[in-house]
């Protein structure tokens, strides 16, 4: 079993639509989740952090559910821009990073 | 540029060559990372130093590979005798002693291997 899945969509939004997509980890001994983004051929780039109490930096709002062990991510609004690969990541107490298979987003005008 | 450099950001070789790939990190960053990434899968972790110690090696890292960070400054990943299978995008990322902080990428070295 994977430590962290995925669903890899994708998921074909209107602009402006909400979309919403979850990862789910195994190890629940995980400390810290974080959502990356990754355009096409292009490196990872950090999106945000994920806390316990839920939080939301603008149009995106990452949840997490340690008793499920889900992570989840928001996309209120959605740009154009917003179009890319999106990782659930979750980092153990050993400074390493688990990264799922990504959740492909296409916004479309 | 104050992020997260690799050289080169792609490497056409034959299979049975060696190749080296550098990574220059964010200065003030102490933990530095390695990666392999193909296509329509995330990063899988290689290996990982804490400023010039390596402290961990995955068991995807097979003794054809060996990654250095003398001085813990910059690193370098060493393939040797290469292989089809080792085609795959080479990512460095850094991060901060807070093990709450995400790691930062570079822009990756893209091998192919013929």
């Known amino acids: 079993r994977k430590e962290v899945e995925q669903d890899p969509g994708p998921f074909n939004v209107p602009e402006g639509a909400t979309v919403a997509f979850n990862c789910t980890y195994s190890?629940?001994?995980?400390?810290?989740f974080f959502w990356y983004r990754q355009d096409c051929r292009k490196e990872p780039k950090l999106l945000m952090s994920?806390?316990?109490s839920g939080n939301e930096d603008g149009r995106f709002t990452a949840q997490l559910n340690r008793a499920s062990q889900y992570i989840s991510l928001l996309i209120r609004d959605s740009k154009l821009s917003d179009s890319a690969t999106y990782l659930c990541?979750?980092?153990?107490?050993?400074?390493?990073?688990?990264f799922g298979a990504g959740t492909t987003v296409t916004v479309r005008a | 540029d104050t992020g997260v450099s690799q050289d080169p950001r792609h490497k056409i070789t034959k299979r049975g060559q060696n190749v080296t790939f550098r990574c220059d990190p964010i200065?003030?960053?102490?933990?530095l990372y390695w990666y392999r990434q193909t296509l329509g899968q995330g990063p899988e972790f290689l290996t990982y130093?804490?400023?010039?110690?390596?402290?961990?090696k995955s068991r995807l890292l097979s003794d054809r590979f060996s990654a250095e960070r003398p001085k813990g400054s910059f690193s370098t990943l060493e393939i040797q005798r290469t292989e089809q299978g080792d085609s795959a995008m080479y990512l460095c990322?850094?991060?901060?002693?807070?093990?709450?902080?995400?790691?930062?990428f570079g822009p990756g070295t893209r091998l192919t291997v013929t």
């Open positions: 990541v979750v980092n153990g107490n050993d400074y390493k990073l688990s």
């Open positions: 190890n629940s001994a995980s400390q810290s």
């Open positions: 994920v806390y316990s």
């Open positions: 200065s003030e960053h102490n933990r």
């Open positions: 130093f804490q400023n010039e110690a390596q402290l961990e």
């Open positions: 990322a850094t991060a901060t002693g807070a093990s709450v902080s995400g790691q930062y």
